[in-house]
T-cell receptor
Framework: KNEVEQSPQNLTAQEGEFITINCSYS?????LHWLQQHPGGGIVSLFM???GKKKHGRLIATINIQEKHSSLHITASHPRDSAVYIC????????????FGKGTKLSVKP | NAGVTQTPKFQVLKTGQSMTLQCAQD?????MYWYRQDPGMGLRLIYY???????DKGEVPNGYNVSRLNKREFSLRLESAAPSQTSVYFC????????????FGSGTRLTVV
C-alpha cells in the first residue's frame, strides 16, 4: 500500500467549476506539500502546511492531521490550471524526506 | 532569478556510457536532493545531501553516485548507464530547520538506448 494516496488520478472539468483533489497518508508527518507540475515538466511548490488551511489566490489547501487527510481546492477553474497536482508528505523521522503521491492530472476545458 | 539550475535539459546515452547531471542553487539552502520521475509512479528519492560534505542514499540509489561539491552544487553521476535509468530527473533544494518549502529544478529528460 502506498504511503500517500491521491484521488482522483484523472480529473476533467469545465472552466469555472470548483475542483477538489484529495490526499490521504498513512505515516506520521511534520508537513504536507502540494506541488504543481505543468505539461512542460517543471515542478512548483504551491503550499506547505502542517495544520488548518492556507489560501493563495484561487487555491485553497486544507489538512486534517487526525484524519491524515488533505484537500486542494481550486475555485473558478481555468484552462491554465491544467496540470498534474502532486501531494507530498514530509515524514516525521529525523531525515524528514518527502514521500510523494502519484499525482492527479487535471484538465480544465474552456 | 533565485532558484535551482539543472543541466542538461535533455540527454540521450548509449548503454554503458557515463554522464553527470549538474545542479546548483543560489538560495543558501542546506539540503539538496535528486529525484527520478517515472510514468505511473511518484517522484522517488535517489540521493540527498543534508548539508555540505554529507550525502545519503534515498529509495533508489543503485547505479548512481553523487557529489556535494559545495553548498551550492550537488551533482548526480551515472557511471554505466542502463535502459532502466531512462527517466526524468529532478534536483531540488530546501532548508532543513522548521517548516520549509522545496524549490525544484526544471528537470533532465534522460533516455538510455
Amino acid at each position: 500500500k502506498n504511503e500517500v494516496e491521491q484521488s482522483p488520478q484523472n480529473l476533467t472539468a469545465q472552466e469555472g467549476e470548483f475542483i477538489t483533489i484529495n490526499c490521504s497518508y498513512s505515516v506520521g508527518i511534520s508537513a504536507l506539500h502540494w506541488l504543481q507540475q505543468h505539461p512542460g515538466g517543471g515542478i512548483v511548490s504551491l503550499f506547505m502546511l502542517s495544520s488548518g488551511k492556507k489560501k493563495h489566490g484561487r487555491l485553497i489547501a486544507t489538512i486534517n492531521i487526525q484524519e491524515k487527510h488533505s484537500s486542494l481546492h481550486i475555485t473558478a477553474s481555468h484552462p491554465r490550471d491544467s496540470a498534474v497536482y502532486i501531494c507530498a508528505v514530509r515524514s516525521g523521522g529525523s531525515q524528514g524526506n518527502l514521500i510523494f503521491g502519484k499525482g492527479t492530472k487535471l484538465s480544465v476545458k474552456p | 532569478n533565485a532558484g535551482v539550475t539543472q543541466t542538461p535539459k535533455f540527454q540521450v546515452l548509449k548503454t554503458g556510457q557515463s554522464m553527470t547531471l549538474q545542479c546548483a542553487q543560489d538560495m543558501n539552502h542546506n539540503s539538496m536532493y535528486w529525484y527520478r520521475q517515472d510514468p505511473g509512479m511518484g517522484l522517488r528519492l535517489i540521493y540527498y545531501s543534508a548539508s555540505e560534505g554529507t550525502t545519503d542514499k534515498g529509495e533508489v540509489p543503485n547505479g548512481y553516485n553523487v557529489s556535494r561539491l559545495n553548498k551550492r552544487e550537488f551533482s548526480l553521476r551515472l557511471e554505466s548507464a542502463a535502459p532502466s535509468q531512462t527517466s526524468v530527473y529532478f534536483c531540488a533544494s530546501g532548508v532543513r530547520t522548521g517548516i520549509y518549502g522545496y524549490t525544484f529544478g526544471s528537470g533532465t529528460r534522460l533516455t538510455v538506448v
